[in-house]
């Protein structure tokens, strides 16, 4: 019998991909049926929306409305305004009933709605506001959408909770006057839970600061990494039920070699099992981690080389003593020695680059390389 590759990365975790975050879970489902608003920020790819898409199930099958929606995936502020409002009207609303719940929804400004049946399956709404063209259109636009979790609370007699994933990107819409309006509505939505989701956390912090629309708006939950024992025994059981017998320590060397990082674990995990899997075997070891691990530094080989020569020299050197020292003193004299890097504000800067280009992140005093392929590429392939 084929049994199927148990670890899953790249999209969102289901159930049955689920490590722990219980007490996450709990407390986030508790505060979004309690109408509070939540801020849930962690480093990319520790498993915020895995972790919401597991709350909103829950919260829907307590006859919770649950929308969502990724604030990062529109282009335009009015690009997320009518991906917002398509998604709201459309929760629990059957296709038929929506042109009539829409006319009782909006006021003062109406949505062009357009039935689309792409082949071969059910017609899909969408919606859109062609006649918004001037910032003043936009902002009335923007009261109105954001107005309508109450509303859909109010009409419905049920309580709402409403996710916006990748909420850092909308301080790039129109500065702060989107986080204004939807301050200013969110917080007389009683009945309405929100988690504010976002993968930045030096932008989400800023967002939050004082004098900012959200300044202590609702609870802050910063989502850590999952307890690495846990997460080793998660990873060697599902090899077990999955019908392959992981080796002593297994779990272990790929939680270490995947830094700890969800999607890095699952990466390594699904990969090792796949190749395990392909060579007809039925015990797995460290030995298999490390021919899964130079196949896929190979398979990345182009990706990784091309990413290391868009860096300056002083990011390469940097970059090296961070993967050869574990990320740890950096500024310090012995390194810049041993390493031979440049001066100490050189370093500063050239740190501050990588952190910004998403290759470097600052994980309390050290900086850990955001992806431990790259990582394991920079220590073997580069001098
Ligand atoms: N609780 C979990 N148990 C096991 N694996 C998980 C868990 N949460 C996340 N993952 C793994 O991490 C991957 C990334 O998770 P997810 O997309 O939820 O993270 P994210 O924080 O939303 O990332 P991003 O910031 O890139 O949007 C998932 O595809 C899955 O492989
Ligand atoms: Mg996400």
Known sequence: ????????????????????REAERDRLVRDLEAGQKVF????????????????????????????????????????????????LVQAETPAARVRRWVGELFRSVTPELRLESVPPGEPRLSLAFPAVRTARDTARLAAEVFA???????????????????????????????????????????????????????????????????????????LDKIDPAVLASFVEARFTASGLRPQAGLGEAIVDLGANVPYDVQRLA?????????????????????VTLTRLLGEQHTVF?????????????????????????????????????????????????????????KDGPRYAVSDSLFREWVARATC
């Not at 990319?44 to 990062?72: C, F, H, M, N």
């Not at 940097?318 to 310090?332: E, H, I, K, M």
């Open 1 to 20: 019998m084929a049994e199927e590759n148990p670890f899953v990365y790249g999209e969102i975790a289901g159930a049955g991909a689920f490590a722990n």
């Open 40 to 87: 849930l920020i962690s480093p990319r790819r520790y498993g915020k929306s895995s972790l919401i898409r597991d709350v909103l199930d829950r919260l829907a099958r307590q006859r919770v409305i649950t929308v969502e929606v990724t604030v990062a995936a529109s282009s335009s502020y009015v690009g997320f305004l009518e991906a917002y409002a398509q998604a």
């Open 148 to 222: 309508l979790p109450g509303r859909i609370a109010a009409a419905r007699r049920q309580k709402v909770a409403v996710a916006l994933d990748e909420f850092q990107a909308i301080a790039a819409f129109d500065g702060g006057s989107v986080e204004q309006a939807l301050r200013a509505a969110v917080q007389t939505q009683r009945t309405v839970g929100y988690v504010f989701a976002g993968s930045e956390p030096s932008v989400m912090d800023r967002m939050l600061g004082p004098r900012r629309p959200f300044y202590k708006a609702g609870p802050v939950m910063r």
């Open 270 to 290: 699904h990969e090792t099992w796949d190749d395990v899997r392909a060579a007809g075997r039925r015990t797995a070891g460290l030995e298999d981690l490390h």
């Open 305 to 361: 080389e091309a990413a290391w020569q868009r860096l300056t020299l002083a990011q390469r050197a940097v970059l090296r003593a961070a993967v050869l020292d574990g990320g740890r003193g950096l500024l310090s004299a012995g390194a810049r020695v041993r390493h031979r890097l440049p001066g100490a504000s050189t370093v500063q800067a050239a740190l501050a680059a990588l952190v910004r280009q998403d290759v470097l992140l």
